[in-house]
Nanobody, 126 residues
Framework: QVQLVESGGGLVQAGGSLRLSCAAS????????MGWFRQAPGKEREFVAA????????NVADSVKGRFTISRDNAKNTGYLQMNSLKPEDTAVYYC???????????????????WGQGTQVTVSS
């Protein structure tokens, strides 16, 4: 089983950038697909981006396309979410997740992921 720890969240002004990291330990990170989800207060958790184990396949939500980029470095057991041109509506707790059963996919469905991190808060001020 892999364990995930997110970092890099914080407070940023609209138009700014943040890079979230997801550090994995335990089972080999490269055997998992990875996803990022977010949850704003009073709203359901929503898909943000996903990447297959090799990085050859990615999916990005329409709401962040062109602004957010997902990547991973398997040698460092770390995944990343680069967030540019941030908007107040991007404010949420961001979670990374690992999918061990379909590593070649980049699923947009939260139910595909069987391991989750504790989340990191991102707040974008207007």
């Amino acid at each position: 089983q892999v364990q995930l720890v997110e970092s890099g969240g914080g407070l940023v002004q609209a138009g700014g950038s943040l890079r979230l990291s997801c550090a994995a330990s335990g089972r080999t990170f490269s055997t998992y697909a990875m996803g990022w989800f977010r949850q704003a207060p009073g709203k359901e958790r929503e898909f943000v981006a996903a990447i297959s184990w090799s990085g050859s396949r990615t999916n990005v939500a329409d709401s962040v396309k062109g602004r957010f980029t997902i990547s991973r470095d398997n040698a460092k057991n770390t995944g990343y979410l680069q967030m540019n041109s941030l908007k107040p509506e991007d404010t949420a707790v961001y979670y990374c997740a690992a999918d061990s059963t379909r590593p070649s996919y980049a699923s947009t469905w939260s139910g595909a992921y069987n391991t989750w991190g504790q989340g990191t808060q991102v707040t974008v001020s207007s």
